[in-house]
């Protein structure tokens, strides 16, 4: 039989500045868990995908657009992986649609079970 453990993320928005922005109520994201249910040794992703209006865009600065976690015993959480973004004036930015994610690995001595985790997730957005 396989032992599975089903992790519910429970995330907390950091929004700074979005009442200066014009349409930064416009962006929107999605949060993922791949996979949904995980087995005890294994690997899994947070995935977290983003989409801008048109006009917007975000710096990969990971102060001001991240996946943060809390500390979990029994969960090793890595740091969170950018896309290769566009490349201008020496800053690396994200138009459109795209998506941060940050790896974990669950301990094979985690109970099987499900397991509640707080996360954040963060981004700062700017005009064209």
Known sequence: MK???LI??????????????????K??????????????????IIEVTFTLPSHLHANKQEDYLFIETEPFEGIEFFPTTYPKG??????????????????FRVSADLAPGEISMKSFVGWQVCIE
Request: glycine fraction near 8%.
């Open 3 to 5: 032992r599975f453990i």
């Open 8 to 25: 519910v993320l429970c995330f907390m928005v950091m929004l700074p500045l979005v009442a200066q922005m014009p349409d930064a109520d």
């Open 27 to 44: 962006v929107s994201y999605e949060v993922r868990l791949n996979p949904e249910r995980i087995s005890p040794g294994l690997e899994g």
């Open 86 to 103: 566009k490349l201008h004036d020496g800053i690396v930015s994200y138009y459109g649609t795209f998506t941060l994610e940050k790896r």
